[in-house]
T-cell receptor, first 114, second 114 residues
Framework: GAGVSQTPSNKVTEKGKYVELRCDPI?????LYWYRQSLGQGPEFLIY????????DSGLPNDRFFAVRPEGSVSTLKIQRTERGDSAVYLCASSSGGIQETQYFGPGTRLLVL | DAKTTQPNSMESNEEEPVHLPCNHS???????IHWYRQLPSQGPEYVIH???SNVNNRMASLAIAEDRKSSTLILHRATLRDAAVYYCILRRYAGGTSYGKLTFGQGTILTVHP
């Protein structure tokens, strides 16, 4: 079946611009996660959705970052007034939940802020 | 979450077994041990997980020390496709909550030589 998909695969933008990154989870998965991965580092948690609501947004670095999941499926990560330090790979994962859940990751969106 | 410690890198030859260690001396009784790996330019993928007993699946085996303060991921016959970063992650069960953010460390870079 289809896995997690993310669009775009690459995004180049200029400092100060607004960007939206999209995640299509595996059909039926209620949990959705966003992570950010800088070069040479492990992924870093940003936000977790259970259904439509953000159950934990403690990983969002500041108020320029926002994410939504209005219908409990597709999610969009929004970054306002981008900065060069936002350059990273943004990963999305989904799961069916439960303590022994397996998270299925998408290929990521590589964001470059010039 | 409790912390894990892994070697920065390891090397193996193709078709030989590989033992990837992970120390987690502050593990609690409700922490599950999960392993994910990340192939180049891809999102992480689940490998295996366990609580107390050793576990086997089609990808690998997980050997857990009796005191649970360490574990070892075993790839029985390494292939070139197994070259990846391997992450050992502890995930805490919290009273029925299906909350499962993953806290990644630096992981172990596995190089497989032909």
């Amino acid at each position: 079946g289809a896995g997690v998909s993310q669009t775009p695969s690459n995004k180049v933008t200029e400092k100060g611009k607004y960007v939206e990154l999209r995640c299509d989870p595996i059909s039926g998965h209620t949990a959705l996660y966003w992570y950010r991965q800088s070069l040479g580092q492990g992924p870093e948690f940003l936000i977790y959705f259970q259904g439509t609501g953000a159950a934990d947004d403690s990983g969002l670095p500041n108020d320029r970052f926002f994410a939504v999941r209005p219908e409990g499926s597709v999610s969009t990560l929004k970054i306002q007034r981008t900065e060069r330090g936002d350059s990273a790979v943004y990963l999305c994962a989904s799961s069916s939940g439960g303590i022994q859940e397996t998270q299925y990751f998408g290929p990521g969106t590589r964001l470059l802020v010039l | 979450d409790a912390k894990t410690t892994q070697p920065n890198s390891m090397e193996s030859n193709e078709e030989e077994p590989v033992h990837l260690p992970c120390n987690h001396s502050t593990i609690s009784g409700t922490d599950y041990i999960h392993w994910y790996r990340q192939l180049p330019s891809q999102g992480p993928e689940y490998v295996i997980h366990g609580l107390t007993s050793n576990v086997n699946n089609r990808m690998a085996s997980l050997a857990i020390a009796e005191d649970r303060k360490s574990s070892t991921l075993i790839l029985h016959r390494a292939t070139l496709r197994d070259a990846a970063v391997y992450y050992c992650i502890l995930r805490r069960y919290a009273g029925g909550t299906s909350y499962g953010k993953l806290t990644f460390g630096q992981g172990t870079i596995l190089t497989v030589h032909p």
